[in-house]
């Protein structure tokens, strides 16, 4: 879960000039204090527990100078999504931290959702783990 990866998170923050970080299957019981990194705000959707076991959940994490305020939170089976207005020095832009479970056949997959997210007004950034998957891929 990310609870173990956090001394690594720490040290690419410190050695790179991140602004937002999205992270996708999270895995971990921890509450939002847990999950704290000096220097950003942390927007925290928790883990499901299946069988004792965390499984999914996201965090997005903002740095602190930045403006941004929470839009939308989507938790469902078949998507999991926030969504974000963030303000910076040069202007406002969208930003949508997305995780779509592979098990999903193409019915299931959540179309709808995905195009709600993508009617944000531009400019719009979105991020995550969408387990699409497509035969010229080969995966």
Do not use: M
């Not at 996201?58 to 207005?85: G, H, W």
């Not at 779509?100 to 195009?115: D, K, N, R, S």
């Not at 719009?124 to 783990?129: E, I, K, T, Y």
């Amino acid at each position: 879960g990310l609870h173990r990866e956090l001394i690594t998170l720490h040290d690419l923050i410190a050695r790179h000039d991140i602004q937002v970080i999205a992270i996708q299957e999270i895995n971990t019981r921890c509450n939002t204090p847990d999950l704290h990194i000096p220097g950003f705000v942390v927007f925290h959707l928790p883990s499901d527990i299946w069988n004792h076991t965390p499984h999914r959940g996201l965090a997005t994490y903002i740095r602190e100078d930045l403006s941004c305020v929470l839009l939308d939170t989507i938790n469902q089976p078949e998507i999991q999504y926030q969504q974000l207005l963030i303000t910076t020095t040069t202007g406002k832009f969208y930003f949508s931290n997305i995780y779509i479970p592979p098990e999903l056949t193409a019915q299931e997959y959540p179309v709808l959702q995905l195009a709600t997210v993508l009617s944000a007004p531009a400019p719009s950034v979105l991020a995550g783990d969408f387990n699409s998957s497509h035969p010229d891929w080969r995966g």
